[in-house]
């Protein structure tokens, strides 16, 4: 049972970056799209950015992206109740293209950070490789990084929010964009992820998040 201040909390956070007029991307929205889920979930996926689709509807991951990932949360066993879906940039990037101008981002990611201090969830999941390019802030490719656990403390940046905490420890993966899921193969890289075929990069996604439900039972049960 979520716990009525938290509703309410949670509700005024999404009207709170609803209202954010902190970057020049806002500027062709009505509004940005808050994020989704419980305020008390374990587990915090974060995507990129919202398409078309998310943009129109105001809700992250709910166009044919979101409907992949959400189907491999549902068949990972994992409630969708107790998860929290937001994105790194809360506007549509121009060009449906995640910009090079990392401006957006520095802009945008004290939503995150609130967002992440709001929830304080056990496990961070970034979905796609700009997502774990900035919140994990490593150099290491999407295909490369894909699938693997380890705990990390993530260091947060005040931004406008005085006395934010400055770090988060949490347990941390990343996987897939279902996006790239969707594409066919690229042999022009020597990458097994990349070789793989709409299916094998879906099972792939599939199989990451299939693994949440038992890392959350080895952290909840003290072993790690
Ligand atoms: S992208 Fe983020 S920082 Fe920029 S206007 Fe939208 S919510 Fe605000």
Redesign the pocket.
Known sequence: MIPQNKLNELKALRCK?QA????D??QHYDK?VACAGSPIAEVMFIGEAPGAEETEQGKPFVGASGQMLRAAILDAGLDLENVFITNV???RPLGNTFPSDVS?VK??RH?LYEQMLFVRPKIIVSVGGQAHKHIRESDIGITKACGKWEEHVFSLYSGHKPNTEMSYRAWYMATLHPSFCMRGPDTRYANPVMELDRQGKENLLKKHIASIPQQLQIIKGGQI
């Not at 954010?20 to 970057?23: A, V």
Request: proline share 7%; with cysteine; hydrophobic share 35%.
């Open positions: 970056i954010c007029r902190d970057c991307l806002r940005p940039l809360c506007c957006y802009a945008c939503w």
